[in-house]
């Protein structure tokens, strides 16, 4: 019989054995040092019905962000709508072809495939709990949440666009307010998505 592996308290260096649930719904959200009461976790009680709810919404958000103009600039006359797509284009068709694929791939192609891997984690993990395909997703999660670089990329537009205001007027398009509310929401899924929650669901659920 394999021994359970120890953790250390941060605080009082206690070796503790991991609490090892029998069903889902005995898996505790919280746990401190029986020695010092240090915290030892705490996670974030949200249900996967929440998390798919807002990675939905997202993926939603997603399309006309990426699609409608972000701003309308009228400069002597003549007036120009650029979009989130439209730029990366044109960066493509200028010959900056490495700084174009790094722009879809953050901006638009990691958070899509990060937003449809949880909603269909959070999806398994209510219907179809011994789904062995829930243990994939949740790897696809975390490694593509890292290259989902949205408030990097609001940020530079925003200054951007500080310095256009003063040769150009400047209307701000739908595709910015779209592109903001989904930066607010992934930031909301990313602070309430919690992975160690599903992944001991997997433990229960003893997916292989």
């Known amino acids: 019989m394999t021994k359970p592996q120890l953790s250390a308290c941060s605080h009082c ?10 069903r889902p719904q005995d898996i505790k959200h919280s746990a401190k ?11 974030a009680q949200c249900q996967p019905s929440t998390i798919l709810a807002l990675s939905i919404t997202a993926l939603l958000l997603l399309i006309p962000a990426n699609t409608y103009p972000l701003l309308a600039m009228t400069m002597i006359g003549t007036t120009e709508k650029v979009s989130l797509i439209q730029a990366t284009v044109k960066l493509y ?3 900056n072809f490495f700084i174009a694929l790094l722009i879809f791939i953050c901006s638009t192609l990691a958070p899509a495939m990060m ?3 949880l909603a269909c984690a959070s999806y398994l993990s209510i219907f179809h709990t011994q789904s062995p395909r829930l243990k ?12 989902s670089m949205l408030e990097v990329y609001l940020v530079s537009f925003l200054v951007a666009l500080i310095k256009l205001v003063d040769i150009a007027d400047i209307e701000l398009g739908v595709g910015l307010i779209c592109f903001s509310l989904l930066m607010v929401t992934n930031s909301l899924i990313l602070t309430l998505f ?11 659920n003893g997916i292989s």
């Open 194 to 204: 919690d992975p160690s929650d599903y992944w001991d669901r997997v433990t229960v």
């Open 13 to 22: 260096d206690l070796l503790i054995a991991p609490y090892q649930p029998q």
């Open 115 to 117: 937003l449809l891997s």
């Open 93 to 95: 068709q200028e010959g």
């Open 136 to 147: 994939l997703f949740l790897k696809w999660v975390d490694h593509l949440s890292h290259w």
């Open 33 to 43: 040092c029986p020695r010092c009461g240090s915290h030892l976790y705490h996670k």
